[in-house]
């Protein structure tokens, strides 16, 4: 105003201000206090935890604006309040009476004592000043991570705990994951392996010539003691038979009777089918347990070629030696077929499928070429398989190398040519 000397002093040509206080009660208003974070949100700790942070950036922001407004505001009050205790009150009431003639009164219910307003605005410049120092230091609080609410610190390292323990008890999951994959890997491995020898070795056989012998078929069984160990077993089994031709190389000079030279056993019939010399009966043929006498003499250590024919058909049967008919006979198991999955077993007589042999029933010699097929072969077809004119292999049982195992000391040898045979008749 210009009501005084000193007013027109300190201020500039032309400005203007009116000194209003501010009641106590309202020193708070505009001036709001930044929220402060909700707790025990339905967020999840992390998110809530982001939220915190970006609202206390927030707020600083805010706060920064406020306290320099404020300053601003501070300022111009302390110059103006200087302006107004500068007057003494009789010039001061006249300015302001001068003020309020000259146009609309803005001064509301401001008291008239000067004395009175510079006590309410002392008061209220208090109070501003108290606000900004509380406003300065919750600045400095939330710019410091440690200053966090300490239920929210204690929140997040627990939370932090738990994620470090699900952490570590993924990996050592993940850890126990790869070793039991290592495991399985290697056992895995090591079936290929097994698997791909075994083929190796099967390859090499067939470019060997599908056997350790020039043919898979040039080979003989050995059986040199009488004992209940000693066999040899056809891996393959017979199907149901209403016919069959057994033919067979062997040479023996065991005494009294070289024993079993074959038998087959199924369940329920240990003697299915049975080539038998045992003791001093003659040798015989057991189909079904039935028996029937063959003419063969067989028994003086040189090779001999054994076939042997029959049909359900009457049980009708033929007995050759050396690619003769010897004998011919009926009634041996009429109308029996050869039962199916049986076990065949080379020099030992089966009282159970497939064991309990007798060593006093035991071929002792050496065989080759048993053959089995399911007709009965006409006596040209034995005379020529004999004298080494024709190989026909047997079409159900035939004998290569492959199909035949060996236990309890027999043996595979090479087997002398089918002529040499021949001469030792």
Not at 183 to 211: C, D, F, M, P, Y
Request: proline share 6%.
């Amino acid at each position: 105003g210009r009501g005084s000397p000193a007013g027109e002093q300190e201020s500039p040509p032309g400005s203007r201000f009116v000194c209003t206080s501010l009641p106590l009660d309202a020193a708070g208003a505009g001036c709001p206090l930044p929220p402060v974070p909700m707790q025990g949100g339905a967020l999840p700790p992390e998110e809530e935890l982001k939220a915190t942070v970006l609202q206390l950036r927030e707020t600083v922001l805010q706060q920064k604006e406020t306290i320099g407004s404020q300053r601003e505001a501070i300022r111009e009050l302390t110059g103006k309040l200087s302006r107004c205790e500068g007057a003494d009150g009789k010039s001061a009431a006249g300015a302001w009476k001068n003020e309020v003639g000259k146009g609309k009164d803005t001064m509301g219910d401001l008291p008239r004592d000067p004395a009175q307003v510079i006590d309410q605005l002392s008061r209220t410049m208090q109070t501003l000043k108290d606000r900004l120092e509380s406003l300065e230091h919750q600045l400095r609080a939330n710019v410091s991570y440690a200053a966090l609410p300490s239920d929210l610190r204690e929140m997040l390292q627990r939370r932090l705990g738990d994620l470090e323990r699900q952490l570590l008890s993924k990996v050592a999951e993940l850890e126990d994951e790869k070793s039991l994959l290592h495991n399985e890997t290697s056992a895995h491995r090591q079936k290929t392996e097994t698997a791909l020898n075994a083929l190796l070795e099967r390859v090499s056989e067939l470019e060997k010539g599908n056997s350790a012998f020039k043919s898979p078929d040039e080979f003989k069984v050995s059986l040199p003691l009488r004992t209940n160990y000693l066999y040899g077993k056809i891996k393959k089994t017979l199907p149901e038979l209403y016919a069959f031709t057994v033919c067979l190389w062997l040479r023996s000079s065991a005494s009294p009777g070289i024993g079993t030279p074959f038998s087959y056993a199924v369940p329920g019939q240990a003697n299915e089918i049975v080539l038998i010399e045992w003791g001093n009966n003659p040798i015989e043929l057991l189909i079904n347990d039935k028996v029937a006498q063959l003419p063969l003499f067989i028994s003086d250590g040189k090779w001999h070629h054994i076939c042997i024919t029959w049909t359900t058909r009457d049980g009708m049967w033929e007995a050759f030696q050396d690619g003769e008919k010897l004998g011919t006979g009926e009634n041996l198991a009429p109308w029996h077929p050869i039962k199916p999955g049986g076990v065949l077993i080379l020099g030992q007589e089966q009282d159970t499928v497939g064991g309990r042999f007798d060593a006093t029933q035991a071929f002792v010699g050496e065989m080759s070429q048993f053959n089995i097929w399911d007709r009965v072969l006409k006596a040209e077809d034995i005379m020529n398989i004999a004298n080494c004119s024709i190989n026909m292999p047997g079409n159900i049982i035939p004998w290569v190398d492959n199909n035949v195992d060996v236990f309890g000391g027999a043996t595979k040898w090479p087997v002398e040519t089918c002529e040499e045979r021949l001469l030792d008749l």
